[in-house]
């Protein structure tokens, strides 16, 4: 697939607008793995510093925050996304949640009840592993919702993301993108090696029977949730080493965009460094 030619927006050229990237492409950025690990390693230094400037808001008083959503199939690297990119970050600014199958509890409530308890606070970067978004994708699937039902899931979704929006969380909502014959290749790995059976789930295969069906899912979930506040965005994930570049890189871009800035002392810093200087140590 030919790149973009977007300059240096890896959103722009990322952001979902109709046909999906090929899963093995690299529409922007780095085409190779030597140079896509060296611009990783860059891409954790300017990262590290927004993340840094964000919680130090956040601490003076600032209101915004980030939330990350990473969707995908099984195998496509939510959790090797959230190891390899956020642990380039403080962990002391990250607010991670794994959604799965809701409990018992958590189906006398509202959906959305359980996604409102992980939002981050202000300063943080939170990071999404599945999302509300499955409260639409697995009950689709499975004929548990009508059509009926999934426009008013629709609906309420948008508005909670708007109300996201408004309260100063930015959204940053990526799919990542893998081929069935990359998954293949995943699921027998976890099966040989026995260091990655605590990976596999026998239920992944009645997912993967039903690929077309959740493609579809997903294309509808574009279509009806990509917004200006919260738009999605299609990360090739057939190559790790291309997905967690792309994904440091949205959140780059969307950091330096907040520009998030470090608050000013309640002090006299002068005064202070003079004080110190007369303060000894007791014995």
């Given amino acids: 697939m030919a790149k973009k030619d977007t300059g240096s927006r890896v959103r722009d050229a990322l952001r979902i607008d109709g046909e999906l990237p090929d899963p093995g492409s690299t ?7 030597p140079k896509a690990l060296a611009k ?26 980030v939330l990350l959503v990473l969707q995908g199939m099984d195998t496509s690297g939510k ?7 956020l642990g380039l970050v403080n962990p002391m600014g990250v607010r991670y949640a794994g959604f799965k199958a809701p409990t018992a509890a958590e189906r006398r409530h509202h959906y959305l009840w359980r996604i409102r308890k992980q939002l981050p606070g202000a300063g943080r970067i939170g990071v999404f592993d599945r999302s509300h978004y499955e409260d639409i994708l697995v009950p689709r699937v499975t004929g548990l919702l009508t059509a009926a039902e999934r426009r008013r899931r629709y609906t309420e979704i948008n508005a909670f993301e708007r109300e996201l929006a408004d309260a100063g969380t930015t959204v940053v909502k990526v799919f990542l993108h893998i081929s069935p014959e990359e998954q293949l290749k995943r699921l027998k790995a976890r099966l040989v090696t026995p260091e990655k ?3 596999y789930n026998p239920g992944d295969l009645e997912a993967r029977s039903q690929w077309p069906a959740y493609q579809q899912a997903y294309a509808d979930i574009f279509k009806k949730t990509s917004t200006g506040n919260a738009p999605w965005y299609a990360v090739p994930a057939d190559h790790k080493w291309y997905r967690n570049w792309a994904v440091a890189e949205l959140l780059i871009e969307t950091l330096a965009d907040l520009d998030p800035r470090f608050p000013e002392p309640g002090f006299d810093v002068d005064a202070e460094l003079a004080k110190l200087k007369g303060v000894g140590v007791s014995s």
């Fill in 79 to 85: 959790g090797g996304t959230v190891s390899h990119v």
């Fill in 40 to 65: 990783l390693g860059d891409a954790g230094e300017r990262l590290s510093g927004l993340q840094e400037a964000l919680y130090a808001e956040g601490v003076g008083g600032g209101t915004r925050s």
């Fill in 197 to 199: 059976h605590w990976k």
């Fill in 27 to 33: 529409p922007v950025g780095p085409g190779k793995k």
